[in-house]
């Protein structure tokens, strides 16, 4: 007897709600080091904090309070004419008039600065020194992780997004999916071919498939939404405008087709969720036969 179809890339929140890591299965060959991915979090948080300092919050904020403060003192100002003449208020609110109007002009003062120094770092090509060697570390981070996940060359793989499966528990034993403000997770992985095996990588984890076990695809006709965009072109641009998708008040992207992507291990069936907007390149790769109209 066949078992409940499972899903390649899970993430299971039965344990930790926060958990982003994919679920090992028996196609699962490689995973980088705890050394590796603590060294690879620690990098990408320390270029984090960089980059905002790099971008002068300190002096933004600054200039907000500033015309923030200013603008309420005056329109306060404003509000008392009614109750008095202009020149008695003047009379008795000139120093805060002035302090109004002074500290409006300073945070506009401010913001001009910020955007100025802003075009400068955005036209200049040398980054700060500590942000310069922040970066090479998270590139040599990035080759050992590749060592580590035995990767190929960047011209041999393809980058696909897919629609992971996070989950958790029932109390009858099945599972439950668990979506985030009623979106679905995007997220990117890297295909390559193998011989006769396709290779799948998050640069957590491989994932090795004998195209054998590849059984074909269903394609999914529902309404669905997603929060991020990932593509550098726009949704609804170019390439992606024939898929007529949609962004919502909150600011989700709302889509309507996707395919299963159905794989096989002895009993067990697995499944790929792939949305529409980057089939054509899954089956590029894989070439997997529609099972449309297939129980």
Not at 280 to 286: A, G, L, P, R, T
Request: glycine letters at 8%; one cysteine or more; a negative charge.
């Amino acid at each position: 007897m066949e078992n409940a179809t499972k899903h390649l890339f899970a993430v299971s929140l039965a344990e930790n709600k926060k958990n982003e890591y994919f679920d090992d299965t028996p196609f699962t060959t490689a995973r980088i080091s705890p050394a590796t991915r603590e060294a690879r979090e620690s990098g990408t948080k320390e270029l984090t904090k960089m980059m905002v300092k790099s971008m002068k919050l300190p002096l933004l904020l600054g200039g907000y309070v500033l015309v923030g403060l200013g603008l309420i003192v005056l329109l306060g100002f404003l509000k008392a004419l009614p109750d008095t003449d202009f020149m008695t208020a003047l009379s008795n609110g000139k120093w805060l008039l002035i302090g109004g109007a002074a500290s409006a002009a300073m945070g506009g003062i401010l913001l001009l600065i910020h955007k100025r120094e802003q075009k400068k770092q955005d036209e200049s090509e040398d980054l700060p020194d500590d942000m310069d060697e922040s970066l090479n570390s998270l590139e040599a981070i990035s080759r050992r992780i590749k060592m580590e996940l035995d990767h190929p060359d960047d011209e041999q793989v393809t980058g696909i997004e897919i629609l992971p499966y996070r989950y958790k528990p029932t109390a009858d034993g099945d599972t439950k999916e668990v979506l985030n403000s009623g979106c679905f997770e995007n997220t990117e992985v890297f295909f390559w071919q193998e011989g006769d095996y396709l290779c799948v990588t998050d640069y957590e984890c491989v994932q090795k498939l004998p195209k054998a076990s590849i059984v074909g695809y269903y394609t999914v006709d529902a309404k669905y939404k997603i929060s991020y965009w990932w593509k550098d072109e726009e949704f609804n641009k170019g390439e992606y405008a024939r898929f007529g998708i949609k962004q919502d008040s909150e600011g989700n992207y709302k889509l309507h087709t996707y395919y299963r992507v159905v794989i096989r291990e002895g009993e067990d069936r697995y499944e790929i969720r792939v949305p529409a907007y980057d089939f054509d390149k899954f089956q590029e790769i894989v070439g997997a036969a529609c099972l449309d109209g297939e129980v």
